[in-house]
């Protein structure tokens, strides 16, 4: 690359969480470069987490049924100097083709597929780069290096107002994940928010519209529970997170969110494990729930069965043990 470019194209298409982690690295590069133009492709949904974004990142969504060709073309107009593929997958490769044809410059993120492969296979002895790590130095690799200062979505602006009011020490609970195996079992979660309710604290259970009825009997049973699922969008959602202490997460898109509002997230692993890459930004491992058992990690991204069919690296993190450690990171030995 004969000098840096002047307009960088950057993809993530999905998942949530991954497009989350994106977020903090383009934030930080955005604001150091301000000369710099870059423009996110990404779904229509995952563009609204962008709040308060700098002036010079953009957003163009690929929605839903449009066509490859209607976006390469869409794309090709913008004219970027370079491409940064936070993807790299088969939808990104296609874009990345038409480029490189053209002489523009293409890098792409190591997901380090030959190292996934082996920390599934008894490597338990890799730790793989977490994904922003991976993410800037895409862009160190463009010419454009940073140490990501990103603090919160809502830092050093103008607040936008809670639509209910947030009752302190508050708990953020969000005990959903896409796959069964990164699910901490609903039977143990309830005594994990029984436990929490008789000492003190207010706990806010985060989840979807097709959430909310699991969720209701824990709000008639105990005191100071409260649901938010699906009654908010996700911008008012994430300033509710804000409010937060700190959030329970599994690994899931919740613990990223948590990092885009600046409050730790305890997260429980099960079926995956920290070392697979995937610790929120800012997050600490310290913060962490793992079992490491010899059976961990079985998956990267989370399998739908235990192929042990026990789901031990879940059901042996005790209810009093998650409420110990929220204890501890609440700084707060018990609470009357």
């Given at each position: 690359m004969k000098e840096p470019p002047k307009h960088i194209l950057a993809i993530r298409l999905s998942a949530l969480g991954d497009v989350a982690m994106t977020l903090p690295i383009l934030y930080a590069v955005a604001r150091k470069y301000p000369a710099l133009r870059?423009?996110?492709l990404t779904r229509p949904f995952f563009g609204r987490l962008f709040i308060n974004k700098p002036s010079n990142l953009q957003i163009i969504p690929w929605e839903k049924g449009v066509s490859t060709f209607r976006i390469l073309k869409q794309v090709a107009a913008l004219r970027p100097d370079a491409?940064?593929?936070?993807?790299?997958?088969?939808?990104?490769?296609?874009?990345?083709?038409?480029?490189r044809l053209k002489g523009v410059p293409v890098?792409?993120?190591?997901?380090?597929?030959?190292?996934?492969?082996?920390?599934?296979?008894?490597g338990k002895q890799i730790e793989l780069e977490r994904f922003t790590d991976r993410y800037a130095g895409v862009f160190a690799r463009l010419s454009y290096p940073v140490?990501?200062?990103?603090?919160?979505?809502?830092?050093?602006?103008?607040?936008?107002?809670?639509?209910?009011?947030?009752?302190?020490p508050a708990i953020g609970i969000a005990p959903f994940a896409r796959y069964y195996?990164?699910?901490?079992?609903?039977?143990?979660?309830?005594e994990v928010v029984r436990l929490l309710s008789e000492r003190g604290y207010h706990i806010y259970l985060f989840g979807g519209k097709n959430e909310a009825a699991t969720f209701l009997p824990w709000v008639e049973a105990f005191p100071q529970v409260h649901s938010l699922a699906g009654a908010y969008g996700i911008e008012e959602e994430l300033f509710l997170m804000s409010q937060m202490?700190?959030?329970?997460?599994?690994?899931?898109?919740?613990?990223?969110?948590?990092?885009?509002?600046?409050?730790?997230?305890?997260?429980?692993?099960?079926?995956?494990?920290?070392?697979?890459?995937?610790l929120g930004y800012g997050q600490s491992v310290e913060n962490t729930l793992c079992l490491h058992l010899d059976c961990q990690p079985?998956?990267?991204?989370?399998?739908?069965?235990?192929?042990?069919?026990t789901l031990a690296c879940m059901r042996e993190i005790s209810p009093g043990i998650i409420v110990e450690k929220i204890q501890q990171m609440s700084g707060r030995s018990s609470i009357t």
């Amino acid at each position: 690359m004969k000098e840096p470019p002047k307009h960088i194209l950057a993809i993530r298409l999905s998942a949530l969480g991954d497009v989350a982690m994106t977020l903090p690295i383009l934030y930080a590069v955005a604001r150091k470069y301000p000369a710099l133009r870059i423009t996110l492709l990404t779904r229509p949904f995952f563009g609204r987490l962008f709040i308060n974004k700098p002036s010079n990142l953009q957003i163009i969504p690929w929605e839903k049924g449009v066509s490859t060709f209607r976006i390469l073309k869409q794309v090709a107009a913008l004219r970027p100097d370079a491409i940064a593929d936070l993807h790299n997958v088969l939808r990104s490769w296609t874009i990345d083709t038409f480029f490189r044809l053209k002489g523009v410059p293409v890098v792409m993120v190591d997901k380090k597929r030959e190292e996934r492969r082996r920390i599934t296979s008894g490597g338990k002895q890799i730790e793989l780069e977490r994904f922003t790590d991976r993410y800037a130095g895409v862009f160190a690799r463009l010419s454009y290096p940073v140490e990501p200062d990103f603090v919160s979505l809502f830092a050093e602006q103008v607040l936008p107002e809670a639509p209910i009011e947030i009752l302190s020490p508050a708990i953020g609970i969000a005990p959903f994940a896409r796959y069964y195996t990164k699910t901490y079992p609903i039977d143990q979660m309830k005594e994990v928010v029984r436990l929490l309710s008789e000492r003190g604290y207010h706990i806010y259970l985060f989840g979807g519209k097709n959430e909310a009825a699991t969720f209701l009997p824990w709000v008639e049973a105990f005191p100071q529970v409260h649901s938010l699922a699906g009654a908010y969008g996700i911008e008012e959602e994430l300033f509710l997170m804000s409010q937060m202490n700190l959030m329970v997460s599994m690994d899931s898109a919740n613990q990223h969110l948590a990092s885009l509002v600046g409050i730790p997230a305890l997260t429980i692993w099960g079926g995956t494990t920290p070392e697979c890459g995937f610790l929120g930004y800012g997050q600490s491992v310290e913060n962490t729930l793992c079992l490491h058992l010899d059976c961990q990690p079985c998956s990267i991204a989370g399998t739908p069965h235990c192929k042990k069919q026990t789901l031990a690296c879940m059901r042996e993190i005790s209810p009093g043990i998650i409420v110990e450690k929220i204890q501890q990171m609440s700084g707060r030995s018990s609470i009357t």
